[in-house]
C-alpha cells in the first residue's frame, strides 16, 4: 500500500510535455522514477540528463534528477509501487477520443503489476476510460482482481509555467474506490502542496474536460467579439478594454484561434458523448474553429490588396507556429494551420517560430530574415521576440491577430 513515503518507486508511462516534467518533479522529491517512452530517441536525450521539449526550468530540473539517479527513462516498464499513464488521447474519426494509446500503455503495465500497487491515469480522457483501465487490468492479471488501486488525477497546467503548477496547483482526484482514493492522495502528498481533493474517477475524469471546456467557451466570445468588432471597424482590444473595468466583467483575449491538446480537444470528449445536450460547448469549438479560418481569409485579402497595388505577390511572413506564446509545442496549433494553408494556397510565406529548429515540412525561417526580406508580417502568436518587435516599431505593413 503506498503511503505518505519518498522511499517508493514509480513508474511513468509518457514523457511528453505532461510526463516528463511530472517525472522529474517527483524524482527530485527523492521518488526513483522509471520514466518509459517509446520514442527512443527522447529516452536517450533524458539519459543524458538533457529534454526534448521546450519548458522553462525543466532543462535544470531534469539533469539533477538523471545525474542523482533519481529518474531512468527506458522503453520498457519495470516492477513498481506505482504507475502513472501520461500518453495521449488523440481524435479518431469525427472528433470521437481515441484512448488506445491508454489501453496499450494499461497492457504493457499488467506483467509488472503486483497486489498492493497503485495505477493513476493522469491523461485527458473521456468518461468511463479508469473504468476500461481497470477493465483491462482484471482481464489481464485476474488474480489481482480488486487488489490493485486505480485512480483518476488529470493534471492542471500551463504550458510555460509547469514545474510551479504541478507542484502548487489543486488537483482532484478520483479512485475507483475510496480507498483507491485514498491511496492516491497519500501519493500525490509528496510532491504536491496544492490541496488534493477527493472525489470519484467519473466525477474527476468530467472535471477535467469541464474546466478546458469552460475556457474554450470564453475564447470563443472573445474571438466572436474580434470578428464583430473587425467588420464594425471598432478596435477590439480598446473595447476589451475598456469592459473590463466594469467590476463582474473578465472578458478573455481574442487570438488565432484555440490550440493545444487541452482546450482545443477536450470539449468534444463531452460533445461526442452528449451530442444532444453539448450545445453550448459545441458552438464555442466550431467559433473558435472558424476563428482560424477567419485569419487565413484576411491573409489573402491583404496579400491580394498588396498585389493590386504593387504588381506583385508579397513575401508574408508568417510569426509564430506554437500554439501559444513561448512554447515549442505545435500541436492542434491555429498558428501551425494558418501557416499550413497558405502555403497551400500558393502564397510566398516564411514561417518563423523562435522555438524550433526545424519543420518536416516547410523551412523555418528566423525574425532577423523575416525582417529583412518580408513584405507583410502576420502576427499569429505573441512570443516575447515579437512583442520586442512591437515595442522597437515595426516599420513594414502586417497584420496581428494577437495582442
Known amino acids: 500500500m503506498v503511503k505518505k513515503d519518498r522511499n517508493i518507486k514509480a513508474v511513468m508511462v509518457g514523457l511528453g510535455y505532461?510526463?516528463?516534467p511530472t517525472a522529474a518533479l517527483m524524482a527530485s522529491?527523492?521518488?526513483?522514477?522509471?520514466g518509459v517512452d517509446i520514442n527512443q530517441k527522447a529516452v536517450d536525450t533524458i539519459n543524458r540528463g538533457e529534454i526534448h521539449i521546450v519548458e522553462p526550468d525543466l532543462d535544470g530540473l531534469v539533469r539533477h534528477v538523471v545525474k542523482e539517479g533519481?529518474?531512468?527513462a527506458d522503453t520498457q516498464a519495470t516492477a513498481a509501487d506505482v504507475f502513472l499513464i501520461a500518453v495521449p488521447t488523440p481524435f479518431k474519426g469525427d472528433h470521437v477520443p481515441d484512448i488506445s494509446y491508454v489501453e496499450t500503455a494499461t497492457r504493457n503495465l499488467c506483467p509488472f503489476l503486483e497486489e498492493g500497487n497503485l495505477v493513476i491515469l493522469e491523461s485527458t480522457s473521456p468518461v468511463g476510460t479508469t473504468e476500461r483501465v481497470k477493465e483491462i487490468i482484471d482481464e489481464e492479471r485476474p488474480e489481482l482482481k480488486?487488489?490493485?488501486f486505480i485512480?483518476?488525477?488529470p493534471e492542471r497546467v500551463l504550458p510555460g509555467n509547469v514545474i510551479h503548477e504541478l507542484e502548487h496547483n489543486d488537483r482532484s482526484i478520483g479512485g475507483m474506490d475510496e480507498k483507491s482514493t485514498e491511496q492516491a492522495i497519500n501519493f500525490y502528498?509528496?510532491?504536491v502542496k496544492g490541496e488534493l481533493v477527493a472525489t470519484n474517477a467519473r466525477t474527476?475524469?468530467?472535471c477535467k474536460l469541464v474546466e478546458n471546456s469552460s475556457r474554450d467557451v470564453s475564447i470563443a466570445f472573445a474571438n466572436e467579439l474580434s470578428m464583430i468588432c473587425d467588420k464594425a471597424g471598432i478596435d477590439v482590444w480598446e473595447l476589451i478594454s475598456l469592459a473590463n473595468r466594469h467590476p463582474r466583467v473578465n472578458i478573455l483575449q481574442p487570438g488565432t484561434g484555440v490550440g493545444g491538446h487541452c482546450i482545443a480537444v477536450d470539449p468534444w470528449f463531452i460533445v461526442s458523448e452528449f451530442p444532444e445536450e453539448a450545445k453550448i460547448i459545441r458552438s464555442a469549438r466550431e467559433i473558435n474553429n472558424y476563428k482560424t479560418n477567419w485569419v487565413i481569409e484576411k491573409v489573402k485579402n491583404s496579400s491580394l490588396k498588396f498585389e493590386l497595388k504593387h504588381e506583385r505577390k508579397?513575401?508574408?511572413a508568417c510569426m509564430g507556429l506554437a500554439f501559444k506564446p513561448d512554447i515549442d509545442d505545435l500541436r492542434e496549433s491555429p498558428a501551425l494551420n494558418v501557416t499550413k494553408a497558405l502555403i497551400s494556397e500558393g502564397l510566398d510565406i516564411m514561417p518563423i517560430e523562435p522555438n524550433i529548429e526545424s519543420h518536416p515540412d516547410f523551412d523555418v525561417y528566423s525574425i532577423q530574415e523575416a525582417r529583412e526580406k518580408a513584405d507583410i508580417l502576420v502576427f499569429l502568436v505573441s512570443h516575447r521576440e515579437f512583442r520586442k518587435l512591437f515595442d522597437k516599431g515595426i516599420d513594414k505593413e502586417y497584420l496581428s491577430f494577437v495582442n
Open 18 to 20: 505532461i510526463g516528463l
Open 29 to 34: 522529491r527523492g521518488i526513483k522514477v522509471h
Open 70 to 72: 533519481y529518474l531512468v
Open 146 to 148: 480488486g487488489k490493485v
Open 151 to 153: 485512480a483518476y488525477c
Open 189 to 191: 502528498r509528496n510532491f
Open 204 to 206: 474527476a475524469e468530467m
Open 314 to 316: 508579397p513575401k508574408i
